[in-house]
Nanobody, 119 residues
Framework: RLVESGGGLVQSGGSLRLSCAAS????????VGWFRQAPGNQREGVSC???????YYGNSVRGRFTVSRDYAANTVSLQMNGLKPEDTAVYYC???????????????WGQGTQVTVSS
C-alpha cells in the first residue's frame, strides 16, 4: 500500500515536499510515478523515477519539481519549488515496472494528498 504525505496550503512561489512510502512492501525495484488531478480535469503525469534513478518530468513542472528516492527509507519524494496556483491538485504516487505516462501501466496507487497554492 502506498501512502502520500506532505501536501498542504502554500502561497504562490512557495515550496512543498511530498513523500511516497510503501507500507508492507518495498519501492526498491519499482518505478514510482507522480500524478495529479485538479477539479474538473483528468489526472495527469507529473514526474517519474525509475529503480535506477532515471527521472522524467512533465513540461509544466520541469525545472521546478525534483523527484528523488531514498532507498534506506523506502520512500520517493517530490520537491516542488516555485509553486503556482495551477499546481493546485490532489497528488498521487503509483508504482510500475518502468516509467510511463500511461496510467494503466501502474498497478498500485496511493490515496492522494491535497496541494493548494494560493495566489
Amino acid at each position: 500500500r502506498l501512502v502520500e504525505s506532505g501536501g498542504g496550503l502554500v502561497q504562490s512561489g512557495g515550496s512543498l515536499r511530498l513523500s511516497c512510502a510503501a507500507s508492507g512492501g518495498t519501492l526498491e525495484h519499482a518505478a514510482v510515478g507522480w500524478f495529479r488531478q485538479a477539479p474538473g480535469n483528468q489526472r495527469e503525469g507529473v514526474s517519474c523515477i525509475t529503480d535506477s534513478e532515471t527521472t522524467y518530468y512533465g513540461n509544466s513542472v520541469r525545472g521546478r519539481f525534483t523527484v528523488s528516492r531514498d532507498y534506506a527509507a523506502n520512500t520517493v519524494s517530490l520537491q516542488m519549488n516555485g509553486l503556482k496556483p495551477e499546481d493546485t491538485a490532489v497528488y498521487y504516487c503509483a508504482t510500475s515496472w518502468d516509467c510511463s505516462w500511461n496510467q494503466a501501466e501502474y498497478d498500485s496507487w496511493g490515496q492522494g494528498t491535497q496541494v493548494t497554492v494560493s495566489s
